[in-house]
Nanobody, 121 residues
Framework: QVQLVESGGGLVQPGGSLRLSCAASGSSFSINAMGWYRQAPGKQRELVAAITSSGSTNYAEVVKGRFTISRDNAKNTVYLQMNSLKPEDTAVYYC???????????????WGQGTQVTVSS
């Protein structure tokens, strides 16, 4: 089995920075794209940023220029550097990865448990 474990959330003042990490653990798997989603109270979960296995990235318009997604394939880890944080960035952030168990033919979506990010003075 594969698990995604997130870390790095917390409380930060407006204008501050946080770095989220998400590591995939387990055995005998292959990772394709990885990404970060967020869900604020009363809202639907939305894509924040994604990165392919070759390093191509895409971002939600509202975070472009402030957030940076990266990954370390050797560590099966994806990161989200969040700068110039705003109160509207407050949400639970979820890690997502497209993973194929080597005994399977197809990739499937895996999710982390979520980490709270609160931007408030």
């Amino acid at each position: 089995q594969v698990q995604l474990v997130e870390s790095g959330g917390g409380l930060v003042q407006p204008g501050g920075s946080l770095r989220l990490s998400c590591a995939a653990s387990g055995s005998s798997f292959s990772i394709n794209a990885m990404g970060w989603y967020r869900q604020a109270p009363g809202k639907q979960r939305e894509l924040v940023a994604a990165i392919t296995s070759s390093g191509s990235t895409n971002y939600a318009e509202v975070v472009k220029g402030r957030f940076t997604i990266s990954r370390d394939n050797a560590k099966n880890t994806v990161y989200l550097q969040m700068n110039s944080l705003k109160p509207e960035d407050t949400a639970v952030y979820y890690c997502n990865a497209r993973i194929r168990l080597l005994r399977e033919r197809y990739y499937d979506d895996y999710w982390g448990q979520g980490t709270q990010v609160t931007v408030s003075s």
